[in-house]
């Protein structure tokens, strides 16, 4: 097998890197192919949160190049009946993962071509136990690793699946509603704590509002408001002053919130998740002219 051949190898979990876990997977894939080009997507996914899991790799998986295999680790329901599988993409990624949604917006999003059971029995590391608590190590990058380096096809991982048989996790769809457009805030750009929201451009769209022009923001969490105020559109953090407020394009094109230079959901306390809400509309000519 040449190196040209063979394909990148790109690992996510919420392991963290504060002991060896994720050094283990690595040495995994290793030891299946020492010529491995192994990458990060990340490893500080927040604790059991498969949400972010699904989120995280919709935002990656589309730029690689096709054949590259992510391995994603966000598993709370190891050792249990819940499945494992490996897919591959229309845009012709693999994914090797739990069944426990965390392909959700790959599905909604990108779309999958073809899924695979992983027998886990018979697709484990030979250099360890079957663990019952481990199977990122122990499945996961093996089954990861071979699909790489080019010793096993999708077709040897085990028998297909259905699609729509996978798991996905409830998503609250946006939509237009009388003279607004409404969503979720999905998940944060972490670094900076900008609010990522569902709400695609072609929705937002439908409120013809110009970029310059101003948007009325409203956000609750369940049934309590959060805040409300009159934003920028803007192409970018550089057309507002440093501490201003605006909304924006996000790089999947759906709609942002964040403070130039500042932390939007530390400022207003704002989390992530289908129970907390965002409307937006064209603010009344009123407030701006």
Excluded at 82 to 104: C, F, H, K, L, Y
Excluded at 203 to 222: A, M, S, Y
Aim: overall charge negative.
């Amino acid at each position: 097998m040449t190196d040209i051949q063979k394909k990148a190898l790109v690992f996510q979990s919420d392991f963290g890197l504060s002991d060896g876990a994720v050094s283990a997977m690595y040495g995994v894939a290793y030891s299946v192919d020492p010529t491995l080009k192994i990458s990060d997507l990340t490893h500080d996914i927040p604790q059991y949160n498969v949400w972010e899991a699904s989120y995280r790799l919709i935002q990656t998986v589309q730029f690689w190049p096709q054949g590259t295999v992510f391995v994603s680790v966000v598993d709370p329901g190891v050792g249990s009946a819940r499945r494992s599988i490996a897919v591959e993409t229309v845009t012709g990624q693999m994914i090797v993962t739990p069944d426990n949604g965390s392909i959700t917006h790959i599905i909604r999003m990108l779309g999958i071509k073809e899924a695979r059971l992983v027998v886990e029995a018979e697709n484990h590391s030979p250099f360890a136990e079957l663990s019952y608590t481990f199977h990122g190590r122990d499945v996961y990058a093996y089954v990861g690793a071979r699909l790489a380096a080019g010793v096993s096809k999708l077709a040897d991982i085990g028998p297909e699946l259905d699609i729509d048989s996978l798991v996905q996790l409830n998503v609250v769809e946006a939509k237009r509603d009388d003279d607004s457009v409404t969503g979720t805030i999905d998940v944060l750009d972490v670094r900076f704590g900008s609010l990522w929201t569902n709400i695609p451009l072609e929705l937002f769209k439908t409120l013809n509002i110009p970029v310059g022009g101003r948007v009325e923001v409203d956000i609750q969490h369940d049934t309590r408001a959060v805040y409300k105020n009159f934003l920028v559109y803007a192409k970018s953090f550089a057309d507002v002053n440093v501490g201003e407020s605006l909304v924006y394009l996000n790089s999947l094109s759906n709609m942002a919130v964040a403070i130039n230079q500042g932390s939007f959901a530390q400022a207003y306390n704002i989390g992530t998740g289908t129970n907390w809400k965002i409307a937006m509309r064209k603010a009344p000519r009123l407030v701006y002219e």
